[in-house]
């Protein structure tokens, strides 16, 4: 489909044949595939939380699949160097001269396995590639392939060996999605799925190119200003608990969202509203998406992580006071 065809309605086809091929090969995690869609329309990254075993890394390899894309896998470990990310110049004996040698991050979709498995240097060459979109070795600059998409996976129950990313890092992925385990239902048909001796290829559904034209469509998504002030007021109660008449809030949070929570919050929210075939946000679209956005830019205090209130709790309590437009 040329750029050229598409719109709000052929948009959410080409989105929904995506979505229906990857759940051939996933069971269940219906929330997380749709918001590794959403990703890729608001053209954010993800920061994916769970315990192993959750295809968090069949997740991604499939959708890369779907959409024709290069995709690599990145295994972290403390003894990795930004240059084996990144790519590092290489001397040339024969000439006298260096020449480039690119890593993996030259690819569209690259799944960070473990994270925070990585010291600072290797975690903060990645997130410059993020946000930058765009790499530096030596004396050259090189742009990252387009489309380009992160998926950071970090395992919340094992920390001996990690380094923890800094708040600002996390701060530049559009989302923290936390991944649960599937349902009784669901495992039996896990187990089904597997016990068969060939997996069903997933099947190219969109290019590059028509990535490219989702994310133009979506910035096309209208957002009312009642909207935008909606999300305002979410992210300043998260800042100003008291104002939005919850002061129970304000010992537990050390830091509010900040004003990139807003952007994202609202490219994610566009992005909802074409999944579900519309031109227009409304509040229940920030609403469904607000904790996966909001989830990490947060900070709890140590009396919040004493009373074991979680930044979900918290979250639950902004929306439940901020008014709905």
């Known amino acids: 489909m040329s750029k050229k065809e598409m719109d709000i309605s ?7 044949e995506v979505l229906a091929e990857m759940k051939k090969a996933i069971i269940g995690q219906q929330d997380l ?6 990703a890729i329309c608001s053209g954010g990254h993800v920061l994916l939380e ?14 890369a699949k779907t959409m024709g894309v290069l995709f690599r896998r990145i295994q972290f470990t403390p003894d990795l160097l930004p240059s084996d990310l990144i790519g590092t110049r290489i001397y040339n004996p024969k000439d006298h001269t260096f020449s480039v040698k690119t890593g993996p991050v030259f690819a569209n979709f690259i799944l960070a396995d473990e994270i925070n498995r990585a010291p600072a ?16 070795i030596g004396e050259e600059t090189l742009a990252l392939p387009s489309p ?8 919340p129950i094992e920390q001996e060996g990690t380094y923890a990313l800094p708040e600002a890092q996390t701060d530049r992925f559009l989302m923290k999605v936390t991944v649960s385990y599937p349902s009784p239902e669901e495992e039996i048909a896990i187990m089904n799925l597997n016990e068969t001796f060939e997996e069903e290829e997933s099947k190219k559904v969109i290019s590059g190119k028509d990535i490219l034209a989702l994310q133009k469509i979506c910035k096309k998504v209208y957002a009312d200003d009642s909207i935008k002030h909606y999300i305002r007021d979410i992210v300043f109660a998260s800042r100003h608990p008291a104002s939005a008449g919850i002061p129970d809030l304000t010992p537990l949070i050390a830091f509010g969202a900040s004003p990139r929570a807003s952007i994202a919050l609202l490219l994610a929210s566009k992005a909802m509203a074409l999944l579900r075939n519309r031109d227009f946000v409304t509040p229940d679209d920030i609403k469904d ?28 309590q ?3 006071a901020v008014r709905v437009p």
């Open 33 to 38: 595939l749709e918001r590794l869609v959403i």
């Open 50 to 63: 769970g315990v192993p075993g959750l295809a968090k890394t069949k997740s991604i390899s499939t959708l």
């Open 148 to 155: 380009f998409f992160v998926l950071a996976t970090q395992n």
């Open 121 to 136: 240097k290797v975690q903060s060459a990645l997130l410059e590639a993020m946000q930058e979109k765009q790499v530096t």
């Open 10 to 16: 052929s948009a959410n086809v080409l989105l929904q």
């Open 289 to 316: 998406i607000g904790k996966d956005v909001l989830r990490h830019r947060i900070i709890p205090t140590y009396e919040a992580e004493a009373e074991e209130v979680t930044t979900d709790h918290i979250l639950d």
């Open 318 to 320: 902004l929306f439940g």
